[in-house]
T-cell receptor, first 118, second 110 residues
Framework: GNSVTQMEGPVTLSEEAFLTINCTYT??????LFWYVQYPGEGLQLLLK?????DKGSNKGFEATYRKETTSFHLEKGSVQVSDSAVYFC?????????????????FGRGTSLIVHP | KAGVTQTPRYLIKTRGQQVTLSCSPI?????VSWYQQTPGQGLQFLFE???????NKGNFPGRFSGRQFSNSRSEMNVSTLELGDSALYLC?????????FGEGSRLTVL
């Protein structure tokens, strides 16, 4: 089956520090990879995605590269801000074909809490 | 466009009761999926609906059920509530493989 493993938190950093959150996966087929962010009291928001090997997803200063050879999709940011404090989820989805079209049911990691101090 | 709307946002029930949660997807999105989020188990897929049909189902007991209406709005129902059903229930609508989540319905079972 499909699975996602991400580093346990919390990760505590000072403002402007470099961030890395590790994510590795196992999957059948050719998954798309995602990072979602969840701010306190809110649902998940898509942060970035990559759909094939060597693709780099980026958004709001965050980046992640789809590494098929190491089955990894590590999240990085060069300089974190207090406002980046949230829970980050790595996820994969492999499309499932239906007569009505494809569906994308994600498998999520357990989430990594990031706390950024001023 | 309005986002995904879930109601109610918070609710408290007692063991043995049943609960119905509602989700209105983004206009034009026909696929709706539901997830349970708990500190112990993380985010787990419940089921997915498309055009009023359940297309995929996660590994949850039959007490968890759902449906989708012709306007794509969806409801999920949990019967005979247990303490372990306390969770944040998230709904998402899908467009081109991208999930758009609502803010969730936080259920507390006492």
């Amino acid at each position: 089956g499909n699975s996602v493993t991400q580093m346990e938190g919390p990760v505590t950093l000072s403002e402007e520090a470099f961030l890395t959150i590790n994510c590795t996966y196992t999957a059948t087929g050719y998954p798309s990879l995602f990072w979602y962010v969840q701010y306190p009291g809110e649902g998940l928001q898509l942060l970035l995605k990559a759909t094939k090997a060597d693709d780099k997803g980026s958004n709001k200063g965050f980046e992640a590269t789809y590494r098929k050879e190491t089955t990894s999709f590590h999240l990085e940011k060069g300089s974190v801000q207090v406002s980046d404090s949230a829970v980050y989820f790595c996820a994969l989805s492999v499309p499932v074909s239906h007569a009505s079209g494809g569906s994308y049911i994600p498998t999520f990691g357990r989430g990594t809490s990031l706390i950024v101090h001023p | 466009k309005a986002g995904v709307t879930q109601t109610p946002r918070y609710l408290i029930k007692t063991r043995g009761q049943q609960v119905t949660l509602s989700c209105s997807p983004i206009s034009g999105h026909r696929s709706v999926s539901w997830y349970q989020q708990t500190p112990g188990q993380g985010l787990q897929f419940l089921f997915e609906y498309f055009s009023e049909t359940q297309r995929n189902k996660g590994n949850f007991p039959g007490r968890f059920s759902g449906r989708q209406f012709s306007n794509s709005r969806s409801e999920m129902n949990v019967s005979t509530l247990e303490l372990g059903d306390s969770a944040l229930y998230l709904c998402a609508s899908t467009d081109a493989g991208e999930l758009f989540f609502g803010e969730g319905s936080r259920l507390t079972v006492l």
